[in-house]
């Protein structure tokens, strides 16, 4: 059914913008702009699933001071 392809393609799509969001949050991290990457993390905490959401907690953790 082209419908379920349509949602099953789009799921990943979304999937896949957060983890390109988690690697952006890590580039800003790794240049040291921390605000930068808190904004990226606020969004994928918003956006993501539950393994994304502790995934961008963890690193919000190491960037708290």
Sequence with gaps: D???EWWKDLG???EEDIETKLDLARAYIDMGDKEGARGVLQEVSREGNESEIAKAKELFESISD
């Design 2 to 4: 082209e419908t379920k």
């Design 12 to 14: 990943k799509d979304l």
